[in-house]
Every structure is written in C-alpha cells, then in structure tokens.
Nanobody, 121 residues
Framework: QVQLVESGGGLVQPGGPLRLSCAASGSIFSIFAMGWYRQATGKQRELVATITSGGNTDYADSVKGRFTISRDSAKNTVYLQMNSLKPEDTAVYFC???????????????WGQGTQVTVSS
C-alpha cells in the first residue's frame, strides 16, 4: 500500500504565504514525478505544479512566479511554497505521485486526501 499524506493547509490572508508538504510512504520502488493539483468548489481539478525525479518542474500559468515546487527524494516528500496568495487560490489541494511499487509492476498515479487552502481577509 502507498499513502500520500498532505499537511500545511489552512486559512491565510491575501498576499500571505503558505507551505504545503506531502510525504509518500509504503511499498515504493521508484517515484517518477510528484505534484500538486487543486480543485475549487464547482470546478474541475487542475494542475498546479509538478516536479520530476530529475528535477524538472512545470507550473500552471496562474501560479508562475508565486509558487515554487520542490522535493526531498530521500524522504519521498514534495513541497509547495505558495507566496502572494490570492482569493482565487482557494481550493482543496491534492498531492499526486507517479510511481511503481515493484520493478515489474505498472506505473500509476496515487493521490492524497487533499488539504484545504482558504485565502480570505
């Protein structure tokens, strides 16, 4: 079994920072990429940022220059540093990992339960 556990969500004022963390645990053979997605009320889940095992990153246009994704491969943990937060960043943020649990097994996506981020004064 693989578990992704997010932490760091909460209520923050517009313009403030917040840092999310996500730790992957369990029977993991190799992680190819980790990332963050978000889903606002009444909207579809969307990509926020991803980072590959090689360190390549990708960001949604709406967060470029404000959010930074990073990872600690030794701890199977990914972080999302969010600065200059806006009310439109309010959403449930989900951690994602693309990984294999064995050398011969399939590569598949795993998801965390989500953490609420609310940007409001």
């Amino acid at each position: 079994q693989v578990q992704l556990v997010e932490s760091g969500g909460g209520l923050v004022q517009p313009g403030g920072p917040l840092r999310l963390s996500c730790a992957a645990s369990g029977s993991i053979f190799s992680i190819f990429a980790m990332g963050w997605y978000r889903q606002a009320t009444g909207k579809q889940r969307e990509l926020v940022a991803t980072i590959t095992s090689g360190g390549n990153t990708d960001y949604a246009d709406s967060v470029k220059g404000r959010f930074t994704i990073s990872r600690d491969s030794a701890k199977n943990t990914v972080y999302l540093q969010m600065n200059s937060l806006k009310p439109e960043d309010t959403a449930v943020y989900f951690c994602n990992a693309l990984l294999k649990i064995s050398a011969r097994g399939p590569t598949r996506d795993y998801w965390g339960q989500g953490t609420q981020v609310t940007v409001s004064s």
